[in-house]
């Protein structure tokens, strides 16, 4: 009997939700000797669907741009995904678990995803720094109870 309220936390599935990759100004951008200016946006949810278990999803857009000429050299988006299997856990424990412990654990795959679509797009790799989740959970529970 005690192992059934034994907290449970697993990875059931990882994949890729969405992926995509514009090069606009092909193939005249590849002519160009300038460093591109890059940006990167990062974009988390996570959503129940069904008891016990959660969708997350990372999602990550990185735009590169030529700021002489103000043309993106290119635009990658990825929408990686993981399934969760959360129980016998509090629910503040739970949101912090999809706030922070699950993108830790989906931010490499989508990392990867992005720097080999940009490498195969011919473009030099991209190497996205890693992501302070917990410091990004703990900026948007601020922001919502700054709107309470």
């Not at 090069?23 to 591109?36: D, G, I, K, M, R």
């Not at 200016?37 to 969708?55: H, L, Q, S």
């Not at 030529?66 to 949101?95: C, H, P, W, Y």
Request: aromatic share 8%; net charge negative; charged share 20%.
């Amino acid at each position: 009997m005690a192992e059934e309220n034994q907290p449970v936390f697993s990875i059931e599935k990882i994949y890729v939700k969405d992926l995509s990759l514009e090069v606009p100004h092909a193939p005249q951008v590849f002519l160009t000797n300038e460093s591109p200016e890059v940006e990167m946006k990062i974009a988390t949810r996570g959503d129940k669907i069904e008891e016990g278990f959660y969708n997350v999803s990372v999602t990550v857009t990185v735009t590169a741009k030529l700021a002489t000429e103000d043309k993106t050299m290119f635009l990658s988006e990825v929408t990686q995904n993981g399934i969760f299997r959360i129980s016998n856990i509090d629910d503040e424990d739970v949101n912090l678990l999809l706030g922070v412990a699950c993108p830790n654990i989906l931010f490499p795959y989508a990392r990867e995803a992005i720097s080999t679509t940009v490498t195969r797009a011919g473009f030099p790799p991209v190497m996205l720094a890693p992501i302070n989740f917990e410091a990004m959970y703990q900026s948007q529970g601020e922001a919502v109870q700054g709107n309470a």
